[in-house]
């Protein structure tokens, strides 16, 4: 293909990941698009044959971009390379499901919901050596409304990404649980309001049944394997719950920023750090509850 993509309100279903491959020849341009309402991508693999610098992340240089699609699927697709994201949803895209892909090699994040999307479930998908965040919820200032009632289940997700395990960077209604993070140069689990990106409020967001391992690896940033950071606005009612949370690269876990931290509560997680320090709670009214190694 040398052009995008575009599929609309319809079923595209290959024949398996290892029989139907569709190859992308144009790094600038090479998106599968999936619109209308009912639109399914199924049973193949996506491959860019080469990739150029992220530069400006044009939509158009995604490997899958999901534009304000309704009750969409994205199912056992192998997403390989892209120079921007491997699987975007945006524009509003809501009552869709990601489930069952590998992604690997992208430029941008591996899995990225923004721009009023909601409604979605990411659940068993395998997210591998991405150029940015693994799973990524992100609202910027400029949506009326944040990405919202977002689950993310069962991934697993690390070998080396170049920032964050799964982040949450303004968005309300989020669930992460029963996923593995591991190996990714910023922190495993990030949720975050960030002034630089001009991002909205976050509120409700639940971390349940998580392992977390050797994450934060990149310095000087030196990432705690989970981090709540306030660079501005407002972050409330957020819990982790039961997650196993183990050898941070330099720290357990960190709750910090100059932006307004609330409620963050810590029940029945497991930690088990050697590097650095245990706990940083430099903001916000912290619960702890039941937790080990704290």
Request: net charge neutral.
């Amino acid at each position: 293909m040398s052009k995008i993509l575009t599929i609309d309100s319809i079923r595209l279903e290959g024949a398996g990941k290892e029989s139907t491959v569709l190859v992308s020849t144009n790094p600038d341009g090479g998106s599968i698009d999936l619109k209308g309402d009912g639109v399914q991508l199924r049973n193949l693999k996506h491959a860019y044959q080469t990739t150029i610098p992220r530069g400006n992340g044009a939509h158009d240089k995604n490997n899958i971009t999901v534009r304000s699609a309704t009750n969409f699927v994205i199912d056992n697709v192998y997403v390989s390379k892209s120079s921007t994201a491997g699987i975007m949803m945006a524009y509003g895209s809501n009552n869709g499901v990601v489930s069952n892909n590998v992604v690997e090699n992208t430029g941008a994040d591996g899995i990225h919901m923004t721009t009023e999307s909601h409604h979605i479930t990411v659940e068993n998908n395998t997210v591998t050596g991405v150029g940015d965040d693994g799973i990524a919820v992100v609202s910027y200032g400029t949506s009326p409304t944040p990405v919202n009632n977002i689950t993310v289940r069962g991934n697993n997700i690390g070998n080396f990404s170049k920032a964050r395990g799964i982040s949450v960077v303004g968005g309300v209604d989020v669930l992460i649980e029963n996923n593995k993070v591991a190996d990714t140069m910023m922190a495993g689990i990030y949720i975050s309001v960030e002034g630089s990106y001009n991002t909205l409020n976050v509120d409700r967001v639940k971390v349940v049944n998580n392992t977390i391992h050797h994450t934060g690896i990149q310095e000087p940033q030196n990432h705690p394997n989970v981090l709540v950071y306030g660079g501005k606005g407002t972050i409330d009612n957020v819990e982790f719950i039961g997650n196993t949370i183990t050898d941070g690269a330099h720290r357990g876990i960190g709750v910090w920023g100059d932006g307004t931290i609330k409620k963050v509560k810590f029940e029945r997680n497991t930690l088990v750090n050697k590097n650095g320090a245990a706990t940083t709670f430099k903001n916000g009214i912290i619960t702890l509850v039941d937790n080990i190694g704290f």
